[in-house]
């Protein structure tokens, strides 16, 4: 962008009374005023320099003269990173901003912004990329390609995401996804059932709505596309929130009353989707505990790891996790978990589970077993044996 004449003028005019740093103020200043903020964020590192009695041509990054070592010099800048990418937010220039604020580890400003904003349609992939892809507000990120693309994209995109953010953010996520097709679901039953004439109590839930309704499903009638119902009940497995593990057990009882054909197979332990994740869901709400426990702790025992992986043995020990049975976790890792097979970070260490049992002794007689003096050292170092 040019510059306009006048401004060379006032600059030699300020350098000649008040010296370089006055005139460097002064451009800084012109710059933030006609919010070149790009220009703005150069003259700061000039500055930066100057003050430190640096050559002020070389930026960050650039020098050849050690100066990029000068931890002076880095916190300025990083500074300016800070002032430069706060003025972009204000402006709305997101992805400008997050040019200057992920260098300044400013994550928290930029998620209160997406969090509070809301996209048009020519920002929304700007908003995806930095809310979900980036990892600074998944949720939001989530939801704003559920209302631009869709619950087909939004299941997509998600599944490439998921293993990317921290364990926290994918819970959120998955719980976001659960709800949004439980709202979606619930309607279109409400709206089929009010076809009939018939008006349901306004907080049924899906579990009542269809309870006593088989001819819902006639014909092989669905309300929802079954393959996205499969794939938002698998998302769930990671949920920990009751009232989402609620939702997603309203879901389990929709789906296991769809016609067989519409029922497509899972992996073990959930070969029988719709049934052993209701299961799994109803335990963590306190319902048919045992039966629970029983259904994946057959499953566990007859997988063999190496054949077949680790998901029956690791979706057995959260159970067992998910229900402080930690003494039962214990001992079902002992036995069911071959020494030199790594488990899954969803799924509790050893050493995670004898923190909660207080069982140190046992844990550093199953280390012996296992010939695993390092988790043995770190059993002594963690627990105190």
Known sequence: MAAPAEWFDELRRVGS??????????????????????????????????????PVDRKLGQNNDGASRNADLEDADLASCGEVGQLLLAEGRL???????????????????????????????????????????????????LEHYGTCNAITTLEGVLPTLPLDAQQACAAAMVQHLHEELRANIIAHIEQQRERPPADATIAELVADRCWLFDGGSYHIDTSHLGSVVRFARIVTDAAAVDLAWDLTEYGRRLDSQLQYPGEEPFTDVY???????????????????????????????????????????????????????????AALVPANVRLSPYAPTLLDIARQSGRVDRYLEICRQREDPIAFAAGLVDLGG
Not at 32 to 41: E, I, P, Q, S, V
Request: some cysteine.
């Open 17 to 54: 009374a008040d010296g370089p740093a006055a005139s460097l103020e002064h451009l800084a200043s012109t710059f933030r005023n006609a919010k070149r903020y790009h220009d703005l964020f150069d003259v700061r590192l000039m500055q930066n320099r100057l003050r430190l009695r640096l």
């Open 95 to 145: 992805r400008d901003a997050w040019m200057y604020l992920q260098a300044s580890g400013d994550r928290q400003a930029m998620a209160a912004a997406l969090a509070a904003g809301q996209p048009g349609e020519d920002e929304a992939d700007e908003w995806i990329q930095l809310a979900l892809h980036e990892g600074l507000a998944p949720v939001c990120g989530l939801r704003v390609v």
């Open 275 to 333: 049934r052993s994740h209701g299961l799994l869901f109803g335990a963590m709400l306190g319902n048919d505990v045992d039966q629970a426990v029983a259904y994946f702790r057959e499953r566990a025992e007859r997988a063999d790891c190496r054949e077949l992986g680790t998901g029956p043995v690791e979706a057995y020990l959260i159970l067992l996790w998910r229900l402080q049975r930690f003494d039962d976790a214990l001992e079902a890792y």
